[in-house]
């Protein structure tokens, strides 16, 4: 999928730490950790103009921060740049293209391909090039691109600058949420695409046993109480949702995570249905923008050829209310 080596791109390279010896997937961790405070003393205060996300529909992790976006009402506070749908030679590439006019190009630096962010921050980054990116407008650079760091400033930090006050991360529910979040990342967020980029059989098998234990165990808890933290909607919801709105489309067939379909289980299928119909959010879900993005991936698509196809509709009533709020 490419990478940067001493600022230069290499289509045909990857990170050598993403293989295990086992065959695994091993996701590399994010560079850039700068935070945004409210008061500045991290040295990136929340100002309404100052900051500039770059984003791909195609990408969960991108998704969770259009989500929080949307949820704080912050779309008219931040600016944002959306990739094209589909992977290209250099990477996520942004672009005015007529047949994505939902995907506005870099209106900010110019930059045609986010690695072009990249080396403006580290003429000699060697690493990943991955979505969501942070800048920063005043600087000149990258804050951060790690997607959890990004959505816990838009929830906490932008308050002066007219966020919604609505909190996704309460003090009084936070340790349950890190610990949802750590059973999600691990084997659903993630696991999905240890299923894909498994180099091995026992590697495959093992993330896949992993993924269906923890989508039937949140199966079950769904079956008791409306969100996955209780009857509250919190972050834990907002990280889980974007890998189930690609999972029928993509995951399922592509990355091999074909025991059962969202669709097949009851409960999760109508809590992803009633997330989906939360203000704002529906605007952020693209099923086929997921398909031409999942199925441009060369490594697991060689033929690139894309389905016709997409076999989703988010739009159908829930059955949640059943649960007090």
């Known amino acids: 999928m490419g990478m940067l080596v001493d600022g230069r791109w290499r289509a045909d390279e990857d990170p050598p730490t993403e293989v295990g010896k086992a065959g695994n997937f091993q996701r590399v961790d994010s560079v850039f950790r700068d935070r945004v405070t409210a008061d500045g003393s991290s040295g990136f205060k929340a100002e309404a103009g100052r900051y500039h996300l770059y984003v791909a529909y195609t990408c969960p992790w991108a998704h969770r921060t259009q989500i929080f976006l949307a949820l704080k009402k912050l779309k008219d506070a931040i600016s944002v740049a959306v990739a094209v749908p589909g992977l290209r030679e250099e ?10 006019p939902d995907c506005p190009p870099d209106r900010v630096n110019g930059f045609r391909y986010l690695h072009q ?4 921050s580290d003429p000699r980054y060697t690493g990943k090039v991955t979505v969501p990116t942070l800048w920063d407008k005043k ?4 804050v951060n691109n790690e997607s959890s760091e990004i959505i816990r400033m838009l ?7 007219g966020a919604d006050p609505a909190d996704y991360y309460p003090p009084a529910l936070r340790a349950e949420i890190d610990r949802l979040n750590a059973q999600v990342y691990a084997n659903i967020n993630n696991g999905v695409y240890r299923c894909g980029f498994a180099r091995s059989q026992a590697a495959y098998e093992d993330a896949y046993d992993a993924l269906f234990a923890a989508l039937d165990d949140i199966e079950a808890r769904l079956g008791r109480q409306r969100y996955l933290a209780g009857n509250q909607i919190t972050e834990a919801d907002w990280r889980l949702f974007p890998t189930l709105v690609r ?4 995951y399922f067939s592509l990355f091999k995570c074909n025991r059962n379909r969202i669709a097949d289980f009851p409960n999760l299928l109508n809590y992803m249905r009633d997330l989906y119909a939360m203000p704002g959010i529906a605007e952020t879900v693209k099923p ?3 398909v031409i993005g999942y199925y441009s991936i060369t490594r697991v698509n060689p ?3 894309i389905p016709k196809g997409t076999p989703v509709d988010y739009r159908q009533p829930h059955d949640r209310a059943r649960f007090a709020a």
Not at 117 to 120: G, I, L, M, N
Not at 139 to 142: A, E, K, Q
Not at 155 to 161: D, M, Q, R, W
């Open 91 to 100: 990477g996520w590439t942004f672009e005015a293209n007529a047949a994505f």
């Open 139 to 142: 600087t000149g650079r990258i």
């Open 117 to 120: 962010a990249y080396t403006a």
């Open 155 to 161: 929830n906490s930090e932008f308050a002066a600058v």
């Open 288 to 290: 086929r923008y997921y």
């Open 303 to 305: 033929t690139g050829i």
């Open 247 to 250: 999972f029928d489309v993509a």
